[in-house]
């Protein structure tokens, strides 16, 4: 588990509580999932590569860094579209890349929709940003595409894990860091998480 990371940051379990709340509407909701992606970005990026770089201050030279990685941003469609805003925020020069599954839903197998990434990778570093891993099935789906794409250094940023999809995931791709806001109870017999909060598409997007 110890690809697993479980943010304790209080503004992250303070706007967590704030979005599982069936009362927060579709307009709060948005903002919330932006700002915890940016929240949980700060925390994933931690292992970013820098290399030297020297600036003129007004007052001489200062050594610095430059971040280095080419990365590039795979939102999961639909509901990982609302996750783009807050981590562009913090890195605006990422590439976005859409990749468009749909779980169906009485195998909860995903099916894939939209793909158009070209064929030699662009970036070095992936971020998958979906809000929700259930049964696993769509971030392996899309964490596979990834892989057959060429890019090795991929990460997971979601904001609530079910316990089986952790399961899943570690297994199918133990190289992949996973960065949550919370690991739920468990999935229903619907394959939604409890306690979870819901349809984060529907939430987001007021369908
Ligand atoms: C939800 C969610 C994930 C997926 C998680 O998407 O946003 O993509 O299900 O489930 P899994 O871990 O069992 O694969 P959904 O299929 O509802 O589509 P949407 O984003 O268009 O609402």
């Known amino acids: 588990m110890s690809q697993v990371h479980i943010s304790q940051h209080p503004l992250v379990l303070h706007k967590l509580t704030v979005l599982r709340d069936a009362t927060t509407d579709h307009r709060a909701f948005r903002e919330l999932v932006r700002e915890l992606a940016l929240l949980l970005c700060y925390e994933a990026t931690q292992d970013l590569q820098l290399s030297p770089k020297t600036v003129m201050t007004p007052m001489g030279e200062a050594e610095g860094h430059k971040a280095e990685d080419k990365i590039g941003l795979v939102p999961v469609l639909r509901a990982g579209l609302g996750l ?124």
């Open 84 to 207: 783009v805003e807050g981590v562009m925020e913090l890195l605006p020069s990422v590439q976005v890349w859409h990749i468009g599954l749909y779980r169906d839903e009485k195998t909860l197998r995903p099916v894939q929709y939209y793909n158009r990434l070209p064929t030699e990778p662009t970036v070095n570093v992936c971020l998958v940003l979906d809000p929700m891993l259930a049964t696993g099935g769509s971030a392996v789906a899309t964490i596979d595409i990834l892989k057959k794409w060429g890019v090795t250094k991929i990460k997971y940023l979601g904001l609530i894990a079910a316990p089986e999809g952790v399961e899943r995931l570690t297994t199918a791709h133990p190289d992949v860091p996973i960065h949550v806001a919370a690991v739920d109870e468990r999935l229903n017999e619907i394959g939604f998480i409890v306690p979870g909060l819901g349809d984060a598409g529907d939430r987001q997007f007021g369908t």
